[in-house]
């Protein structure tokens, strides 16, 4: 079996060969860049990259626009590094479908960690589909489907609405759902949830006013009889 490859990308070549030392050590094949334009042909030109760990700040592109351009194609796992902690930038990486969001200074134990999490959460996944009012979710595929028609997720939303489906009819507070989609000890606000399920029930249309609103606490995936 193929190591899985991973493309580091950061025009600083001291914290490509750190991140690369320690992916090596976990067995990963790595592909370093050292900035958005050059990112963004080898993620083309290479095309069985298994996840992307993008630096925000860099020459020529900078890692939004990278993202902006690679999920335009494709919804391979993203973690952005950043030197930023401002809530604005922590948002917009994931309005634009980011998977993690890790700020600088970070362990590189606890960056591989968060690689290891998120490969394992992308193919991990149980066979077959589920169908419930008029959304069918395929697993293996890591597709949705609304009335027949599918519906382009990012793996995070995917893995939101998953969420909300395998836990119908239950009222979740924000810090449960952080805790099993994200599935690690996450420190950003949790106002990360309403982010993903704006744009997750913009995107599902009229189907979107199954994931109800929790007043002071959360969300709850309930589907109205009438509809």
């Not at 963004?40 to 626009?65: E, H, Q, R, T």
């Not at 902690?85 to 634009?96: A, K, M, N, V």
């Not at 519906?151 to 979740?172: H, M, P, Q």
């Not at 599935?183 to 990360?192: E, K, L, S, V, W």
Request: a negative charge; hydrophobic letters at 40%.
């Amino acid at each position: 079996m193929d190591r899985p490859k991973i493309l580091v990308v950061d025009d600083e070549s001291r914290m490509r060969k750190l991140v690369k030392d320690f992916l090596v050590k976990k067995d990963y094949e790595v592909i370093e860049a050292e900035n958005g334009e050059q990112a963004v042909d080898l993620f083309f030109s290479v095309k069985d990259i298994s996840l992307i760990i993008l630096d925000v700040m860099m020459p020529k592109m900078d890692g939004f626009a990278v993202c902006k351009e690679i999920r335009a194609y494709s919804k391979v796992p993203i973690i952005m590094l950043t030197a930023k902690s401002e809530e604005r930038d922590e948002l917009q990486g994931f309005e634009l479908g980011i998977d993690e969001y890790v700020t600088k200074p970070f362990s590189p134990k606890v960056l591989v960690a968060r690689v290891d999490a998120v490969l394992r959460r992308f193919g991990d996944v149980e066979e077959g589909s589920v169908e419930i009012g008029g959304i069918t979710l395929d697993n293996a595929a890591h597709e949705i489907r609304i009335d027949g028609k599918t519906v382009d997720l990012s793996l995070k939303e995917f893995e939101l609405l998953a969420y909300f489906i395998k836990n119908k009819g239950i009222a979740l507070s924000r810090e449960k759902i952080l805790n099993n989609v994200w599935n690690y000890d996450y420190f950003g606000d949790a106002r990360t949830i309403d982010t993903h399920v704006k744009k997750l029930r913009s995107k599902m249309g009229e189907k979107g006013d199954y994931i109800k609103t929790i007043w002071g606490m959360g969300y709850k995936f309930e589907i109205d009889s009438e509809k």
